[in-house]
């Protein structure tokens, strides 16, 4: 199976000027770990997590105060959609983090989770069990 198949789409984009607060709520909203933030007058392409909202407010950030523009990890590992799933999560593992950016030239696809390959890897291990 491929990236194509077991990423999550539409993605949740913020922009760098949301507070964290905003962006912690859209993406309790959606029910994702992640959001991509496209900032046109910055660095192009980041994304910022669930674990940067808590490593900020950790610190004692105000969250309605706070923007996102200061917790954006710019330097993001990318996803091809027809990598296999086994090399996404060898990229998670050797990275350390649980998101990619699934992008196909500069077009943003999707998103893939640590959460969205054991969604699939246990659907799979169920229908294996079931044809038993």
Not at 3 to 31: C, D, N, W
Not at 47 to 76: F, K, S, Y
Request: aromatic letters at 4%; glycine letters at 8%; a negative charge.
């Amino acid at each position: 199976m491929h990236v194509r198949e077991a990423m999550s789409k539409p993605v949740l984009m913020v922009g760098p000027q949301h507070t964290l607060r905003q962006a912690a709520q859209l993406m309790a909203m959606r029910r994702v770990g992640s959001a991509i933030v496209i900032d046109p007058d910055g660095e192009g392409l980041g994304i910022m997590t669930e674990r940067d909202v808590l490593n900020a407010i950790g610190t004692g950030l105000d969250p309605d105060v706070e923007q996102c523009a200061n917790h954006i990890t710019w330097d993001v590992v990318y996803a091809a959609p027809d990598w296999s799933l086994e090399e996404a999560a060898m990229a998670m593992a050797r990275g350390g983090f649980r998101h990619l950016v699934v992008l196909d030239g500069d077009d943003v696809l999707g998103i893939i989770s640590v959460r969205d390959l054991m969604r699939v890897w246990a659907l799979r291990r169920a229908e294996a069990a079931a044809s038993v």
